[in-house]
Every structure is written in structure tokens, then in C-alpha cells.
């Protein structure tokens, strides 16, 4: 089992930055497919940004240019760099992980999930 502790987010005011960041338990990280998640009221649960175990990125049409996500290999983090935040970026925004980069990137039950962190961007 595999424990995920956020840390960062808050209030941002449109075209402004926050950092997200997450850290595994144990001494899995270098083997651990990563990525965030949001979900906005009333909204499903969608992939942000992922990033494999060798380095390999993920990031959904709608924050490209925008996000960028990284591994900290000093810190075991994974961070979610965001840049030009938007109104729509408003969300609750989960940490997830697993070795598996299939349960990983399908939103699946399987995989490690953070509580989540608040993300609201103000216009």
C-alpha cells in the first residue's frame, strides 16, 4: 500500500502560479507511474498531467503551455507546476499513483489516490 501526501495548492487569482506536490511512503518511487487528477463540482474526475516512472509526460489538451509536471528525484516528490491559471482550473486536485502506467492513466479504483487538495482561481 502506497500512501500520497499532498502539499501546496490554495487561492490563486487568474494568470497567477501555484505548485502541487506529492509524496509517496516507502521507497517505491523511482518504480511509480504519477499524476494528478482534478475534479470540479459537478464535474467527473479527469487526468491533469502524469508522468512515468522513466520521465515520460502527460498533459491533457487543456493545460499544455500552461502545466508542467516533474519529478524531484533529491525530494521523492512529484510537483504540478501551474502557470496562467485559469477560472476553469478551479478543482479539487488528487495525487494518484501506481506501478502500473494502465491503472495509472484510467482513473481506476486500483490505483493510490491522495485526499486532494483545493485548487480555486479567482477571476
Known amino acids: 500500500q502506497v500512501q500520497l501526501v499532498e502539499s501546496g495548492g490554495g487561492l490563486a487569482q487568474a494568470g497567477g502560479s501555484l505548485r502541487l506536490s506529492c509524496e509517496p511512503s516507502?521507497?517505491?518511487?523511482?518504480?511509480?507511474?504519477m499524476g494528478w487528477y482534478r475534479q470540479a463540482l459537478g464535474k467527473e474526475r479527469e487526468l491533469v498531467a502524469a508522468?512515468?516512472?522513466?520521465?515520460?509526460?502527460y498533459l491533457a489538451d487543456s493545460v499544455k503551455g500552461r502545466f508542467t509536471i516533474s519529478r524531484d528525484t533529491v525530494k521523492d516528490t512529484v510537483d504540478l507546476q501551474m502557470n496562467s491559471l485559469k477560472p476553469d482550473d478551479t478543482a479539487i486536485y488528487y495525487c494518484?499513483?501506481?506501478?502500473?502506467?494502465?491503472?495509472?492513466?484510467?482513473?481506476?479504483?486500483?490505483?493510490?489516490w491522495g485526499q486532494g487538495t483545493q485548487v480555486t482561481v479567482s477571476s
Open positions: 516507502g521507497s517505491g518511487y523511482s518504480s511509480l507511474a
Open positions: 494518484s499513483a501506481h506501478y502500473s502506467w494502465e491503472i495509472l492513466a484510467t482513473n481506476s479504483k486500483e490505483a493510490y
Open positions: 508522468i512515468t516512472s522513466g520521465g515520460r509526460t
